[in-house]
């Protein structure tokens, strides 16, 4: 099984370089084209480095306190795994591998998106066809190395910790360390390229669209760069990290449960086929032919002129899916068939298909609430004609809205697979069967994180062809994709939400599970212990105060943005009339340093939170692991909640100016468009930075309370 993990993922890296060659061979277009494309490239790599580098210092301090905190802290325990410095020397390198793999996943793929967007922007004025599969192409070598890397990390540090002879079901106990690197990396780089996004978008549009009235990524604009630059940084190194370290947390907290659902089922003298190894394994073979069906669904990718390019990508996230159905099948048949309950692996197939159903519902769900072909957004855009005020409480109200269905689903999910587990009559298979649910889900990650690239390299491609003076029928191929790209990564961000709920659900149980398995009877969080309660709360709180921070970066960072492009605009009046060149270095620097001092407090926060909880209340009232059980299990409950309605809410404020801008209400330069462009504004901070920073809060509790149960007991 592992060595079959390896050869797929090994080949998954293998194509991923083959698309990266094929993309970098595509023509460059004209000098022009090549000069701003350089300019992002530069701002993009320059802001990566630096980032980097703060993260670097962080999870150094990060690594030093799980070493003392393991090795000369904590008691030792009968149960653990091997002695307390071989623990901490190993969930030390886990957690500093885990931070490596998840900042070269997020690198990578900006690398290959900051050169397709050049490349999509040349070959779209010959062939839209070409640009789209260019742009798709171009994500999916981001797509496939996160997923493949994940999966050559969590079955390399299995391979090796049973070379030194650690027992195959205490394993997933010493590799938690890697999901918390994950963790860590993906939140900062999800927090800062956020905050830098949305700064440089934010000081962009009030100043070059609502004050100075000139469009969007006009060259005039002295943000334009540092704008194009951040589509780059957060939906593309952010996001992939944040993939990255969704697809580690699972894959070891399905592991955790693995091993004690074979345990449980050997006590009762049911035998799995495949034996204990096989249904811990499981969810790596089941990504990894989830791999193969990404890279099939991503080549099936064509198109004509005259065709919506959404279509064409839905078709291969179709034949993706469908063949991920059939990797699916096998690996259930294969690893999790049992001697003395031969139809249970059709449960687990059945648990499945409902994380399939729930990744297709909210995509559905997420359109409705975002395009402007159905009801929320067009109440947006109509709120718009009596201004700012209107369009903000009507987004509001929409965003408050769209929690409801999102929720229902998620319920349904968690007990449809609850259910179809405990059916099988295997001990401990109700909540395995919760998480197949998430593998299920996440079967087709690798297409899901194409898709979002393609959205930041089809922006910047119509960026580019904007700012070098293409002609009108050209811009309007780039607007048809970049249309289409603003609609995959709200897709890619309402998938994200689903899988973070589920997977919160099977890393809370997982919790439970290592905390048992330290010989803590824990069972159930009874809240009306008033420690316990508190412990809920300070959760919940964890996950306003942890968005507040984030939405106040973005407007701080926004604010020194605006100050200068002003500047600009003042000493320099001959950059509006188009005869002196804007200064863009200035301001994708100023962004940089911004978005850099912004994130570290959040950061820190989100990291601090569950450990001193932990610590306290262990100290205080003996009731360590359940009061942290309390704080994970409301505090995820909150954050679903609170990033479904940031998510949804911004998306709906974005496309409801985009529906002005069709001619809608006046059209653009109108009141109407001038209030739609102030909500989307206010929605900019909510669905790009605080929103998708708490999909990562929501795992990064999970994978820090999995690294630290020990502690609290």
């Not at 630059?229 to 969704?246: H, I, K, P, Q, W």
Request: glycine content about 10%.
């Amino acid at each position: 099984m592992i060595p079959l993990v390896m050869l797929i993922s090994v080949l998954s890296l293998a194509f991923a370089v083959y698309l990266a060659r094929e993309v970098l061979a595509a023509d460059e277009g004209t000098p022009q084209m090549q000069e701003i494309a350089g300019a992002i490239k530069e701002g993009a790599e320059a802001f990566l480095r630096r980032q980097n580098a703060t993260i670097f210092v962080i999870g150094l301090g990060v690594a030093a306190v799980i070493f003392v905190l393991y090795a000369f802290v904590r008691p030792h325990n009968p149960n653990d795994p091997t002695t307390p410095f071989n623990m901490a020397v190993a969930t030390t390198l886990a957690f500093c591998f885990g931070a490596l793999c998840s900042g070269v996943s997020g690198y990578i793929g900006m690398f290959v998106s900051i050169r397709a967007n050049l490349r999509t922007a040349s070959a779209v004025r010959s062939s839209l066809n070409r640009a789209l599969q260019i742009a798709i192409r171009g994500g999916a070598v981001s797509g496939l190395f996160v997923v493949a890397m994940s999966l050559l990390g969590v079955g390399g540090l299995f391979v090796l910790l049973s070379a030194f002879g650690v027992a195959e079901e205490k394993i997933p106990l010493l590799i938690v360390g890697y999901g918390f690197g994950a963790s860590l990396v993906a939140l900062f780089a999800q927090l800062g390229g956020g905050i830098y996004t949305k700064a440089a978008d934010v000081g962009a549009d009030l100043v070059g669209k609502v004050e100075a009235g000139i469009p969007e990524d006009d060259p005039r604009n002295p943000a334009v760069i540092a704008d194009l630059v951040g589509d780059n940084v957060g939906d593309c190194a952010g996001r992939g990290a944040d993939l990255f370290e969704s697809t580690a947390a699972e894959n070891i907290g399905a592991m955790i449960l693995g091993a004690g659902l074979a345990t449980a089922a050997r006590a009762t003298n049911i035998h799995f086929a495949a034996d204990m190894l096989g249904v811990m394994l499981f969810p790596l073979v089941a990504r990894a032919f989830g791999l193969i069906a990404s890279i099939v669904g991503v080549m099936a990718v064509r198109t004509d002129e005259n065709e919506d390019p959404m279509s064409a990508l839905n078709r291969g996230y179709y034949v993706a899916a469908g063949l991920a159905l059939i990797g699916f099948g096998v690996a259930t048949r294969w690893l999790l068939y049992v001697h003395e309950r031969p139809l249970a692996w059709l449960h687990f197939f059945a648990c499945g298909l409902i994380g399939i159903a729930t990744s297709q519902a909210f995509v559905y769900i997420t359109q409705y609430y975002t395009e402007y072909r159905y009801r929320p957004v067009r109440e947006i855009a109509a709120a718009a004609q009596t201004g700012p005020a209107t369009t903000i409480i009507t987004g509001m109200s929409v965003a408050l809205e769209c929690t409801a269905i999102p929720t229902i689903v998620i319920s349904l999910a968690i007990l449809g697979s609850y259910v179809l587990g405990r059916a099988t009559g295997i001990p401990g298979a109700a909540l395995f069967g919760t998480a197949v649910a998430t593998m299920g889900m996440l079967a087709t990650a690798a297409y899901i994180l194409a898709m979002d690239t393609f959205g930041p390299i089809t922006d910047n491609a119509g960026g580019i062809v904007e700012m070098s003076h293409q002609p009108e029928d050209i811009r309007k191929k780039t607007d048809r994709l970049d249309a289409v790209g603003n609609t995959t990564k709200a897709l890619t961000k309402g998938y994200a939400i689903g899988s973070a709920a589920l997977a919160a659900f099977l890393l809370f149980s997982a919790y439970l599970d290592e905390v048992r398995n330290y010989g803590f009877k824990i069972e159930t969080v009874d809240i009306a212990k008033p420690e316990i309660f508190v412990g809920g709360l300070l959760g919940a709180m964890l996950v306003f105060l942890f968005s507040a921070l984030a939405i106040r970066a973005v407007s701080q960072a926004a604010q020194y943005v605006i100050m200068e492009v002003r500047r600009q605009f003042k000493e320099k009046p001959g950059i509006l009339a188009g005869t002196e060149r804007p200064d863009y270095g200035r301001c994708v620097d100023i962004v940089t340093r911004g978005a850099l001092r912004q994130m570290v407090l959040p950061g820190i926060l989100a990291v601090a939170m569950p450990i001193v909880t932990g610590v306290v209340f262990k100290a205080a009232f003996h009731a360590g692991a359940e009061a942290v059980a309390a704080l994970l299990m409301v505090g995820t409950m909150a954050g679903i909640l609170m990033a479904t309605m940031l998510n949804n809410g911004g998306g709906a404020w974005d496309n409801a100016k985009k529906y002005i801008e069709t001619g809608q209400y006046g059209g653009k330069g109108s009141d109407a468009h001038k209030a739609a462009v102030v909500g989307d504004t206010v929605g900019d901070p909510f669905k790009d930075t605080a929103g998708p920073s708490l999909h990562v809060l929501i795992k990064l509790l999970s994978t820090i309370t999995l690294v630290m149960a020990p502690l609290f007991i």
